[in-house]
């Protein structure tokens, strides 16, 4: 369908490589971290600045070349296979930091460790997620449910200016006050609205914290999590916490006591000092025994230790549900479900305590607005394996709503619409068709253009 002549035309107004699937280099261009949905374009462009985003969303435009954009393929949905173009970002990875203003501003393609070192130097943190190697800007885009939320709120609540090139191959500075329809859509309504080239946001001011995790045998389950469900009904906003069902490879470098088996992970970052976070914990550890115990006072910029998420790519399905409660009735559903027992094969499921700031409405509103719910259910499994099951089969627990940032695989290309609340998703549709008409970037959580009958192109 395209060409060589097409790749030829685009790579004459670029600097970056502009490769097709027969050219050396292809496959490492198009590699993302979860291979569950692998781009195969008919063309892949690497970026180096926003000039050249620019050029190619405009070039894309002009042909009708459908458009996919990644910087690190953390949660993939829909693959570009045999058609369209795709935009690597990851080249783009500069991040500088305001510590007057407290505000950082990132690249394309800059990872969430770039931010959080480069934000240490001052004293500062941003909302970051529980990975460094995820991208900023999808991580962002997606809302972002950060360690810190129940103190500060969701990362794209802090978010202050977006640069992006809409699909008609024009840049923008959307804010609140410039574009702000653009800008609401762009805090949770992923990459339906054109390519992101920089992205701004405030900073808190946080150097240490207390944190790390809690590792107990699978059999213990049913105690630890009861134990859990309850600790987190009176702990304060400074303290964030999730709980998951790890099913563990008997592989290196998993530690020799987790190898194997299932353990019962408990997550635990707390705004305070030492002494604070283990009279804290103190009830956690009375439980059960643990077979690791990694809990305690760290710089903020080995966030990363908490969670402790595998490096290596790998190929993998994820599903989330929010829920309104988690009571003792909850509980023993998910275990049934997951728990020791049960014919349960993902290899993650994880509960995730919302509440506090993530339940207030923020300064500046966008189109992340699941406020509603009392904990977060994500269930990572491998790729053909059925990580739906247990979203199902405690979805009469839930808001009904399912954050996209946790949703990933080809099955969920069609899900956009769980991620917001009816009156949003329509708006949503509104301002695509208003910017992306027909539907340019599509290779994503896809929201259709809704056009209504007063709505202009711009």
């Not at 953390?74 to 693959?79: Q, S, V």
């Not at 190898?259 to 305070?272: E, K, M, N, Q, S």
């Amino acid at each position: 369908m395209y060409r060589p002549a097409t790749a030829q035309r685009l790579a004459g107004r670029l600097a970056g490589p502009v490769l097709r699937p027969e050219d050396d280099g292809y496959a490492l261009e198009v590699a993302g971290h979860n291979r569950v949905a692998q781009h195969r374009p008919a063309m892949v462009l690497g970026v180096r600045d926003a000039t050249q985003i620019r050029k190619a969303v405009a070039f894309a435009a002009e042909t009708g070349l459908p458009t996919a954009v990644q910087a690190t393929g953390h949660g993939p949905t829909r693959a570009a296979d045999g058609t369209g173009l795709l935009i690597n970002t990851r080249r783009m990875t500069g991040v500088t930091i305001d510590p007057v203003t407290r505000v950082a501003r990132a690249e394309a393609g800059a990872r969430w460790y770039q931010v959080v070192d480069a934000a240490a130097a001052h004293g500062l943190a941003p909302l970051s997620g529980s990975s460094p190697l995820v991208g900023v800007v999808g991580y962002t885009l997606g809302g972002g449910l950060a360690l810190l939320s129940r103190a500060y709120g969701l990362a794209a609540d802090h978010v202050t200016a977006v640069d992006v090139v809409t699909p008609d191959g024009r840049p923008r500075t959307a804010t609140a006050r410039r574009h702000a329809d653009l800008f609401w859509a762009l805090r949770g309504g992923k990459g339906n609205f054109g390519v992101v080239t920089a992205i701004e946001f405030g900073l808190v001011a946080v150097t240490r914290l207390y944190g790390g995790g809690l590792f107990f045998p699978g059999d213990t389950a049913p105690e630890v999590l009861h134990a859990w469900r309850t600790w987190t009904e009176s702990v304060p906003e400074e303290t964030a916490s999730s709980l998951a069902l790890l099913r563990m490879p008997d592989l290196e470098p998993v530690p020799h006591l987790l190898r194997g088996r299932l353990v019962v992970h408990v997550r635990i970052a707390h705004l305070g000092p030492g002494d604070a976070g283990e009279r804290l914990v103190r009830p956690l550890r009375r439980v059960a025994p643990t077979l690791l115990d990694t809990l305690g006072e760290m710089p903020y910029t080995r966030f990363a230790d908490i969670h402790d998420e595998p490096a290596l790519p790998i190929p993998c399905e994820q599903r989330s549900l929010m829920l309104r409660e988690l009571g003792r009735g909850a509980v023993d559903d998910l275990l049934r479900l997951a728990g020791p027992g049960s014919d349960c094969g993902d290899l993650v499921v994880e509960l995730r305590h919302l509440g506090g700031a993530l339940g207030r409405p923020p300064a500046v509103p966008g189109a992340a607005d699941h406020r509603d719910a009392a904990y977060c259910l994500s269930v990572l499994g491998p790729a053909g394996g059925r990580p739906g099951h247990v979203v199902d089969g405690m979805a009469h627990r839930g808001t009904g709503r399912s954050p996209l940032n946790f949703l990933s695989g080809p099955r969920t290309a069609q899900m956009a619409e769980r991620g917001f609340g009816p009156a949003t998703y329509a708006r949503l549709g509104e301002i695509k068709a208003r910017y992306d008409p027909d539907n340019l970037f599509r290779f994503n959580h896809n929201i259709s253009p809704r056009v209504k009958s007063s709505e202009l192109r711009v």
